[in-house]
């Protein structure tokens, strides 16, 4: 009995952590993306997962009180979103631009000048990270149920939507 209870605490450890992992995935190809970098090296894909970790650890929210419903459970979550997003969307083309001007790419391959425009992104997204501020808090509401899988194991669950409302509710996406 309890090394089942061991073995399946264990599999719930590494689903969380796959879980974490994809998120940290997620993270980092959206700052690729927004920095328009669209084959990077595995350095560089590591560099903004480092970055995407950072921006997590700085995530702040308070549960209220939790209410049973029919299915299972309504957590209403407060979001307080850090202004990462505002300031990625506000100043960094602008800022890469100018940076840009650093490059001397007279005498560099394209791959050079990508890294070197990659390195000048992760350091001012990681400035906006550092010295992030809390919005103003966001209200979201998420359904929480119970579903067990195909061995009879019950886990916590929330639909999709509701997920993504607390993720842009975290980014500082008004709903």
């Known amino acids: 009995m309890i090394t089942e ?24 190809e959206s700052f690729l993306e927004i920095c328009g970098i669209t084959d990077p090296t595995d ?52 800022e890469l631009i100018a940076r840009s001007t650093e490059i001397d790419a007279s005498n560099m391959t394209e791959d050079e000048i990508t890294a070197a425009v990659t390195d000048i992104a992760v350091e001012l997204i990681k400035g906006y990270i550092e010295n992030a501020d809390y919005l103003d808090a966001i209200e979201v509401e998420v359904e929480v149920y119970t579903q067990e899988d195909e061995n009879g194991e019950t886990y916590f669950m929330m639909d999709s939507d509701d997920y993504i409302a607390l993720n842009d509710a975290f980014m500082g996406f008004e709903q």
Do not use: C
């Open 5 to 28: 209870r061991i073995e399946k605490r264990q599999h719930e450890k590494e689903e969380l952590e796959a879980d974490y992992e994809a998120n940290i995935d997620y993270y980092a």
């Open 43 to 94: 350095n560089e894909f590591e560099e903004f997962r480092t970055l995407s970790k950072d921006l997590l650890a700085k995530a702040k929210w308070e549960i209220g009180e939790v209410e049973e419903t029919d299915r299972g459970y309504m957590v209403p979550v407060t979001m307080y979103p850090l202004d990462v997003v505002d300031q990625i969307n506000n100043n960094l083309q602008t």
